[in-house]
């Protein structure tokens, strides 16, 4: 499991790749624990590359969701691979989270939701 993240517009995107299983969860918690609320109430994960993911791997997504919603964000999902996908909906957290097909939308979601409340 590999995380990398980069800030477009202030906004941090957090790319997932490999599988994203039990044994990851705790390194990737602690890094997330440090993008949300410091650098910006929301985050974005970027799925495209991540191929697994298990339930404890999901619940670090919910885990990131509640963090940011706590700092009045949300979590974004990217283009998230179809058997990623299928978990989601499998697991009804497409309910929880908007699904985004590219990166230019959920950015512009962020820029209008932050706009919306600085109003």
Do not use: W
């Amino acid at each position: 499991m590999e995380l990398s993240c980069h800030t477009i517009e202030g906004i941090p995107i957090v790319t997932l790749s490999g599988s994203l299983v039990s044994v990851e969860t705790p390194l990737v918690r602690q890094k997330l624990n440090t993008i949300i609320g410091i650098q910006s109430p929301y985050l974005i994960f970027d799925l495209s590359r991540l191929n697994f993911v298990d339930a404890r791997g999901l619940s670090v997504l919910v885990s990131a969701l509640k963090m940011a919603q706590k700092y009045g964000g949300e979590v974004l999902l990217l283009n998230p691979t179809p058997v990623v996908r299928a978990l989601i909906e499998l697991t009804r957290l497409q309910q929880m989270f908007r699904i985004y097909a590219d990166e230019t939308s959920a950015i512009k979601h962020c820029r209008q939701v932050s706009y919306q409340v600085a109003s």
